[in-house]
């Protein structure tokens, strides 16, 4: 960096001498000029070191301004000996040349100006580029605490989802108990536990293969049969391709649930619920669709009070922002409702795992 100042000088001296009567060769027009300059490459890393520890801003503290007054001096002090000790090495006498020290004081207070800049430019670019640092530092510590707000915010929604599920399952088991069904009762114990050890397994993980998510989501629908019995028949529709496609873990319980308990619970007869996963371009659909009454008058999906929806609706937003997408609607002209979720299309590593990278 220094050698582009000192190549200018070097240049200006040599031209200006082939004005003269005396015109220097090259190299020593660039031997005069070049050690002179170069006393700024040391100096450089403690100029900087020196910026950061004494910071020019507004308002401006004396303890700052003088200390950069100083050093700038100091920097023109030393300059004007190396350009003195070089000019008198390598350029031509002169008439009636002063005393050493003489000459050196000419050589700062005639170069001084230029320091002054040169200083200034050093100061400034370092101030720059540790802002620029600071800024960077500034946003990654922010990406680091969105992502960490966001972890935290799923592990309370997801929190918030294990109970809920847990508590409705035992409730179905303890009405069994009572109506001395034992037998059923006992299977659904069975089921619930092997549910539970899955989930612990997964641990605090938001994002499971779509065929993990089916495997539990099967189970609970078998407790889910003994509870109803005939009266529910499940027909799943879930494409083999898609099965490593990651989703929220326990995405579809909460849909399952709800059109059991809106839908098929709703019906006198037997009822149907059907769990379709296909790929759409580069999107995963899954829908659970149910043959119940429907969705009430008025209903609106934003303002549902249900913690099965509201919860599914703030995973979504937390994992994926808009490129997830949650519906609840009635077929046109039929009965029944349809739960449709739309992710992107993955089958890479969890959202924690892509977080620490």
């Not at 700062?108 to 002054?116: A, L, N």
């Not at 530092?137 to 680091?144: F, I, S, T």
């Not at 035992?170 to 069904?181: D, G, K, S, T």
């Given at each position: 960096m220094w050698t582009v100042p000192a190549t200018l000088a070097a240049l200006e001296t040599y031209f200006f001498s082939r004005l003269g009567s005396q015109p220097l060769p090259l190299w020593r027009a660039f031997a005069s000029q070049l050690p002179a300059w170069y006393v700024w490459v040391p100096a450089t890393p403690a100029l900087v070191h020196l910026s950061r520890r004494l910071r020019l801003g507004l308002p401006l503290e004396a303890r700052a301004v003088g200390g950069h007054l100083a050093a700038c001096v100091g920097m023109g002090g030393v300059?004007?000996?190396?350009?003195?000790?070089?000019?008198?090495?390598?350029?031509?006498?002169?008439?009636?040349?002063?005393?050493?020290?003489?000459?050196?004081?000419?050589?700062?207070?005639?170069?001084?100006?230029?320091?002054?800049?040169?200083?200034?430019?050093?100061?400034?670019?370092?101030?720059?580029?540790?802002?620029?640092?600071?800024?960077?530092?500034?946003?990654?510590?922010?990406?680091?605490?969105?992502?960490?707000?966001?972890?935290?915010?799923?592990?309370?929604?997801?929190?918030?989802?294990?109970?809920?599920?847990?508590?409705?399952?035992?409730?179905?088991?303890?009405?069994?108990?009572?109506?001395?069904?034992?037998?059923?009762?006992?299977?659904?114990?069975?089921?619930?536990?092997?549910?539970?050890?899955?989930?612990?397994?997964?641990?605090?993980?938001?994002?499971?293969?779509?065929?993990?998510?089916?495997?539990?989501?099967?189970?609970?629908?078998?407790?889910?049969?003994?509870?109803?019995?005939?009266?529910?028949?499940?027909?799943?529709?879930?494409?083999?391709?898609v099965l490593d496609a990651r989703v929220p873990n326990l995405v579809l319980q909460p849909l399952v649930e709800n059109a059991i308990r809106h839908g098929v619970s709703m019906r006198s007869a037997a009822g149907a619920l059907r769990i379709r996963a296909r790929r759409r371009g580069d999107e995963l659909e899954l829908t659970v669709a149910d043959d119940g009454p429907g969705l009430p008058a008025g209903f609106d999906l934003e303002s549902s009070p249900g913690i099965g929806l509201s919860n599914t609706r703030a995973r979504l937003a937390q994992l994926y922002g808009d490129a997830g997408r949650f519906s609840v609607a009635s077929p046109p002209g039929g009965t029944g409702t349809v739960a449709t979720l739309l992710l992107p299309l993955r089958e890479d590593a969890p959202m924690q795992e892509r977080a620490r990278g």
């Open positions: 300059f004007a000996l190396a350009y003195t000790l070089c000019h008198e090495a390598f350029m031509p006498p002169m008439a009636n040349m002063p005393p050493l020290p003489l000459l050196v004081l000419r050589y700062w207070m005639g170069w001084m100006p230029m320091m002054g800049m040169t200083y200034a430019a050093v100061v400034g670019v370092a101030a720059a580029a540790d802002s620029q640092r600071r800024a960077r530092e500034n946003e990654r510590q922010a990406a680091a605490l969105s992502v960490q707000l966001a972890e935290a915010r799923l592990q309370a929604l997801q929190t918030q989802l294990h109970p809920h599920f847990l508590f409705n399952t035992l409730n179905a088991i303890v009405v069994l108990v009572r109506e001395q069904e034992t037998d059923t009762a006992a299977r659904m114990l069975v089921l619930l536990s092997d549910i539970l050890r899955r989930l612990l397994q997964q641990g605090a993980t938001q994002e499971v293969p779509l065929r993990d998510e089916v495997s539990v989501l099967s189970r609970y629908l078998e407790i889910q049969q003994l509870r109803f019995q005939d009266r529910l028949r499940v027909d799943w529709d879930v494409d083999s391709g």
